[in-house]
């Protein structure tokens, strides 16, 4: 954050706010442990918000799979290390009131909604 805030003052320019789409890490488990994939044409699926046919893809017929870096267990620990080495950021931008909290929990629209808000 600070290199960059150098950077753009280089440049005659600023860090005018920062976002942060806040959703609880239960929710980001569900949401990244539910992908799938076509291993043929790479179509993407969800298992709760666009779930495949039972017997494959709906575009190509290829086989449905989950992607390893999507499993729980390596969610969890992108989560813990997003937690140590990112998080603080949070802190850094609100401390310059630079940060603009977002509901990330909702449809797409909703989401989409509140970031133009904030935005202004």
């Known amino acids: 954050a600070e290199a960059l805030s150098d ?6 320019r600023k860090v005018d706010h920062c976002l942060c789409l806040d959703v609880p ?9 539910g992908r799938r994939m076509c291993r043929n044409c790479g179509s993407g699926y969800h298992v709760d918000f666009s779930p495949p046919s039972a017997t494959g893809c709906d575009k190509c017929g290829g086989e449905i799979y989950q992607r390893e870096d999507d499993n729980e267990a390596t969610v969890r620990n992108r989560l813990k290390v997003y937690h140590e080495q990112t998080s ?3 802190q850094w931008y ?6 603009r909290p977002i509901n990330g929990l909702g449809t797409p629209k909703d989401i989409e909604a509140r970031i133009f ?3 202004g």
Do not use: H, S, V
């Open 7 to 12: 950077y753009l003052a280089d440049k005659g």
């Open 25 to 33: 890490d239960e929710e980001l488990i569900r949401r990244l442990a």
């Open 88 to 90: 603080p950021l949070i």
């Open 94 to 99: 609100g401390q310059r009131g630079l940060l």
């Open 117 to 119: 808000a904030a935005l």
